[in-house]
């Protein structure tokens, strides 16, 4: 069985009808998070004008992306300044709830659109790379923390645990999404698939042709629409700024690149390049089911008795307080399945909770 729905979300019919769904490319403000909520803000009459029914946004929008910051560290020590830097970015951070998220979530009820949102997220004094779910409805719906920072993100975020991998019901849309280089975990991608999604959202900086490439092949294989948000963000000359060693001062640090694909693989709108704006297309979800006719990646072209995975979903936390339980560990003892693991059969996946 598939999760149960989002609260305060209908459940569909059938997995029929026409929508739009839209990317909207922007890039993170210079002057901080409150500025780059204003820009997004700035979109409302847009979005309601297109009848979005959902709008996907690029990675790390809130908060940012410091693409060429190395945050002062050499391998084997830090530098002060490094320190400074990442203090500056963690006040830059969004609590979830928090204020920013209450604004979004009121522009989602007002447009009648659901959102994905690119956030850097505070939580303690550790940093998460995190895309945030909004419905109408309900309004905050939902997270997915970023599993694998890439390279040296490692540096400034925490990893995410399989707690936050939900799909998101509203109406007949079904999405879910997975953060820039997310989306090349294959054993990620399956398990999203057998949640029964109907659109893969992804968040994203990067602007590499070879990602078009991978958005295609997504949507073809997961037989899903797919939508990709991808930021832009000037170059250092058009910025004043210095720039990272290696890179061309003339070019821009994120050139854009969002994009909207049918299950086929076949490109709808996109990919947007060098500017801002709503990228949508109108999408038509009885196209699903025609196109998983040949196709199903957890159904008829599965192989449960050959290939099989398991996801955990528990949560992962670092100290966990009560009190000893003094009865015997039967599930040590028998290696079955403690009693807060319950075992949700989907065919080639199953999920322990």
Not at 239 to 268: F, H, M, Q
Not at 317 to 327: I, L, Y
Request: hydrophobic share 40%; net charge neutral; proline share 8%.
């Amino acid at each position: 069985m598939w999760p149960a729905p989002a609260a305060g979300c209908p459940p569909p019919a059938a997995e029929a009808g026409r929508c739009v769904v839209a990317a909207l490319q922007l890039g993170s403000h210079p002057q901080g998070k409150q500025r780059t909520l204003q820009a997004v803000l700035g979109y409302e009459a847009a979005i309601a004008a297109a009848k979005c029914r959902l709008v996907v946004m690029p990675e790390a929008l809130l908060g940012g992306y410091p693409k060429g910051k190395s945050f002062g560290t050499p391998v084997g020590y830090r530098l002060q300044e490094g320190r400074d830097e990442f203090a500056r970015y963690y006040e830059n951070a969004v609590d979830v709830p928090g204020p920013e998220t209450d604004a979004l979530a009121q522009l989602s009820a007002r447009t009648g659109a659901a959102l994905v949102v690119g956030v850097v997220e505070r939580d303690g004094h550790t940093l998460y790379c995190t895309a945030v779910y909004f419905t109408p409805a309900v309004g905050l719906a939902g997270k997915h923390r970023k599993l694998v920072p890439t390279g040296a993100e490692r540096l400034i975020w925490g990893q995410g645990d399989g707690s936050t991998l939900p799909v998101i019901q509203c109406g007949p849309l079904r999405f879910a999404g997975a953060v820039c280089w997310e989306n090349h975990m294959p054993l990620l991608r399956m398990a999203m698939y057998a949640k029964g999604l109907n659109v893969w959202c992804a968040p994203t900086v990067d602007e590499r042709d070879v990602w078009q490439c991978s958005m295609r092949h997504i949507a073809h294989e997961g037989r899903c629409f797919v939508v990709s948000a991808v930021q832009v963000q000037p170059s250092p000359n058009e910025s004043n700024e210095e720039a990272p060693p290696g890179w061309d001062p003339s070019r821009p640090l994120i050139n854009g690149g969002s994009v909207i694909v049918s299950p086929l693989g076949e490109v709808l709108a996109g990919p947007l390049r060098k500017e801002e704006g709503l990228l949508h297309a109108e999408i038509d979800l009885a196209d699903i089911v025609k196109s998983r006719y040949d196709f199903d990646a957890v159904g008829h072209y599965a192989r449960p008795d050959v290939f099989s995975l398991a996801v955990d979903e528990t949560p992962r936390q670092t100290v966990k307080f009560g009190k000893a339980d003094a009865s015997p560990r039967r599930d040590v003892a028998t290696h079955s399945l403690p009693s807060t693991l319950t075992p949700r059969d989907t065919g080639s996946a199953v999920f322990l909770r």
